[in-house]
């Protein structure tokens, strides 16, 4: 006797999907409960029944996030760096991305504007559904502290350890069965698609 796929939380490639946005299943191309676009593409996350978000959407999204944050990561790196010096502005152009960050993904939508581009949406890990606020500062306190430990270091070792982390972190979903980087799994966190 067949299963429900809803039962199990699992759906067949041409059965119902799980809407990223709302959590309702859905057979066609929009949510009937939110209106959105459901993903079809991407690999079935086996805990969630949400569309994994592939590495290069992954990238595509960092890169623009990146792009983003460009011109007011450097003010206030200038404006703390003339105040407190220059450890100190790096610092804060660290924390700068990181309210960025933690900001928008703890809301519903659970995207950066370089996630809205890539078409992809932080999730949480259990239950599929918006990650927390202390989730969010989690997942970027990760990346924030290998960086600004990087900027306390001095010398080529600060670099090494810096592009050691960043590339670790980054190819790591590529070898993890749930498309998670470093990052993802100190926090409970899974990137879908939107």
């Known amino acids: 006797m067949p299963v429900d796929s809803r039962a199990t939380g699992h759906s067949d490639h041409d059965g119902p999907v799980k809407c990223s946005g709302c959590g309702a299943y859905v057979s066609g191309d929009t949510c009937g409960s939110c209106n959105s ?10 805990v969630t ?44 152009g660290i924390a700068a991305q990181g309210v960025y960050q933690v900001r928008l993904l703890s809301m519903q939508r659970g995207q950066t504007i370089g996630n809205r581009i890539a ?3 932080v999730r949480d890990e259990v239950t599929g559904g918006p990650i927390t606020r202390n989730t969010a500062l989690k997942r970027w306190a990760f990346v924030g502290v290998y960086q600004a430990v990087a900027t306390l270091l001095t010398g080529n070792f ?37």
């Open 37 to 46: 676009a459901v993903a079809t593409l991407g690999v079935e996350d086996e």
């Open 49 to 92: 029944g949400l569309r994994l978000g592939g590495w290069w959407r992954r990238v595509g999204a960092t890169f623009s996030d990146n792009v983003i944050m460009l011109l007011p990561s450097y003010a206030v790196f200038v404006l703390f760096a003339a105040l407190a010096g220059a450890v100190v502005g790096v610092l804060a």
């Open 119 to 121: 078409l992809t949406r």
């Open 158 to 194: 600060a670099l090494y350890v810096l592009v050691g982390i960043t590339l670790i972190d980054g190819l790591y979903p590529l070898v993890n069965s749930r498309k998670q980087a470093l990052h993802d799994r100190f926090a409970g966190t899974i990137v879908v698609m939107a």
